[in-house]
């Protein structure tokens, strides 16, 4: 199995950037797809964008499609959410995911989860 501990999150302004980062410990990582996924007080828990074990193939929410980036360090066990223009809409706790199931944008489908970072964009 595998722990994952995120960081980086905090109060942005709208417009600023903000870069996300989960490290990831145990089992060995590069056989892992990543998701980030993020829930907001009240909300369901949502997707947000997900890296295949590789790196090679990435898929995005609409909703963050253009504004936010995902990667992955193999060597570190490590995957990154670089969030650029946030909005107060993005306003949420945000936890990465593990899978080794298959490249997938399915919360259900991941068996390893972080606590989650909170993060609060204002207007």
């Known amino acids: 199995q595998v722990q994952l501990v995120e960081s980086g999150g905090g109060l942005v302004q709208a417009g600023d950037s903000l870069r996300l980062s989960c490290a990831a410990s145990?089992?060995?990582?590069?056989?892992?797809?990543m998701g980030w996924f993020r829930q907001a007080p009240g909300k369901e828990r949502e997707f947000v964008a997900a890296?295949?074990?590789?790196?090679?193939?990435?898929v995005y929410a609409d909703s963050v499609k253009g504004r936010f980036t995902i990667s992955r360090d193999n060597a570190k066990n490590t995957v990154a959410l670089q969030m650029n223009s946030p909005k107060p809409e993005d306003t949420a706790a945000y936890h990465c995911?593990?899978?080794?199931?298959?490249?997938?944008?399915?919360?259900?489908?991941?068996?390893?989860w972080g606590q989650g970072t909170q993060v609060a964009v204002s207007s």
């Open positions: 995911a593990a899978t080794k199931k298959y490249f997938t944008t399915r919360a259900a489908a991941y068996d390893y």
């Open positions: 145990g089992d060995t990582f590069s056989r892992y797809n």
């Open positions: 890296i295949s074990w590789s790196g090679e193939n990435t």
